[in-house]
């Protein structure tokens, strides 16, 4: 596809755990253009090799005082078709790039929190709905929700801003799509939570640590995955079907599961296979692994999402639960600096000062790491071996009546 063909996207974020994921799978499509913009930094995982020399980058920090300034001299008069905001927690940043970009989009996908039904008026439902996020009119219980849940607050801040900018727009000409997010499951979590709990079953038998949770509250959580894929989706449908259906929509978007912390751990630890282990799984409100689930209300009503007109298809969570922790067994020996990372957030959270459980944790993991990086090229090599394939050719040389047969190596292309 020509360079002018395809549709143009302007990244807010973009090398982080969600942003870095939909990245990829717009790449993978061929058919996006995309300028990232963020802070600079690739140093997570591998968002330096498999990112950033396939897009465009700007370098800004949203936050600083010169951002619109710096935004504005770098993007020029450049249109874009869509922009995805991975990157803002407070509508200041929003309101900047609004302006910096002024008319020049089409599509505005933000990417919100199951967070905002925290700030808002309890309902008697069971699940949170799109239609539930409505604001206390009473300043006393305003405020109160507001300092109870601040990112909440914040990110519907950002919503209401956008919502608002889009109904002012005298032309009337772009759109928003708001996509309400529980907490985040998959590979490449910058937060750590997933790698903290798996190191924890995995490596029980050296921390003789009980896991903990803090609550038993039922509730949604996504595949990263999925998010992105969903992403791609509504750009296809929006800018290569010209499908008008996501226009000014507010989407919850979640597993279709609603579980609880120790549901979720459980799984974890039938799919490592340390179901014999038994592990204690203790309730602790105070523990410092207070990770899942982030929020109170519970779970997300998805059905507007996953109705024929939205399709939304969310991967079974025991799927969600089996690739994530082949990724991060895969992880230990591929990402070191993150390993040694997650080791010491564990020491300092469950070992104290226990030199000696430390000591053996280390050289479980550091055991472990070996293993699974051997294992891993062993993998590596048998599956090159299966890209070869011996194709017998007959060649029939009609001069001397010589049948030989020769072998073919061939590479699949994969």
């Known amino acids: 596809?020509?360079?002018?063909?395809?549709?143009?996207?302007?990244?807010?974020?973009?090398?982080?755990?969600?942003?870095?994921?939909?990245?990829?799978e717009l790449l993978a499509l061929h058919a996006f253009d995309i300028t990232v913009v963020n802070r600079g930094n690739w140093k997570d995982y591998d968002s330096n090799i498999r990112i950033r020399p396939f897009v465009k980058t700007i370098n800004v920090d949203r936050k600083s005082s010169d951002a619109v300034e710096k935004l504005r001299n770098t993007i020029g008069d450049e249109q874009f078709d869509a922009v995805i905001d991975f990157s803002a927690y407070d509508s200041g940043v929003v309101k900047d790039a609004l302006k910096v970009l002024e008319d020049r989009f089409r599509l505005y996908i933000y990417i919100s929190t199951d967070s905002v039904y925290e700030v808002c008026l309890p309902t008697s439902n069971e699940l949170s709905s799109e239609t539930?996020?409505?604001?206390?009119?009473?300043?006393?219980?305003?405020?109160s929700l507001r300092r109870k849940d601040s990112y909440g607050h914040k990110k519907l801040k950002v919503e209401e801003h956008l919502i608002e900018w889009q109904s002012k727009t005298k032309a009337n000409n772009w759109s928003y799509v708001i996509l309400r997010l529980p907490d985040v499951l998959g590979p490449r979590d910058s937060t750590d939570r997933w790698w903290f709990y798996q190191m924890w079953i995995q490596f029980y038998s050296s921390i003789q640590k009980p896991l903990e949770i803090s609550?038993?509250?039922?509730?949604?959580?996504i595949y990263v995955n999925d998010i992105a894929r969903y992403i791609a989706y509504i750009l296809s449908k929006t800018f290569l079907d010209s499908s008008t259906i996501f226009f000014n929509q507010i989407l919850n978007i979640a597993c279709t599961e609603i579980v609880s912390i120790h549901d979720l751990l459980s799984v974890i630890i039938g799919e490592l296979n340390l179901t014999d282990l038994r592990m204690p799984i203790r309730y602790n409100p105070n523990t410092d692994a207070d990770f899942f689930p982030s929020v109170t209300r519970g779970g997300l009503n998805i059905s507007k999402a996953s109705s024929a007109q939205y399709n939304?298809?969310?991967?079974?969570?025991?799927?969600?639960?089996?690739?994530?922790?082949?990724?991060?067994?895969?992880?230990?020996?591929?990402?070191?600096?993150?390993?040694?990372?997650?080791?010491?957030?564990?020491?300092?959270?469950?070992?104290?000062?226990?030199?000696t459980t430390y000591g053996k944790f280390l050289y479980d993991v550091n055991r472990y790491s070996t293993q699974s990086t051997i294992k891993r090229k062993r993998d590596d090599r048998?599956?090159?071996?299966k890209k070869i394939v011996i194709v017998d050719h007959i060649d029939v040389r009609s001069d001397y009546g010589d049948h030989r047969q020769q072998k073919v190596l061939k590479h699949n292309e994969m």
């Open 1 to 24: 596809m020509a360079e002018s063909s395809k549709t143009k996207v302007l990244v807010f974020g973009g090398n982080g755990f969600i942003g870095g994921e939909t990245v990829v």
């Open 215 to 221: 609550t038993h509250l039922r509730s949604s959580y």
């Open 132 to 143: 539930d996020s409505i604001r206390p009119t009473d300043s006393d219980e305003y405020e």
């Open 382 to 385: 048998e599956e090159d071996e």
């Open 312 to 355: 939304w298809k969310p991967t079974p969570l025991k799927q969600v639960v089996r690739e994530t922790v082949q990724w991060y067994n895969d992880a230990y020996g591929l990402y070191p600096n993150e390993r040694s990372h997650m080791v010491k957030r564990i020491r300092r959270s469950l070992l104290k000062d226990d030199e």
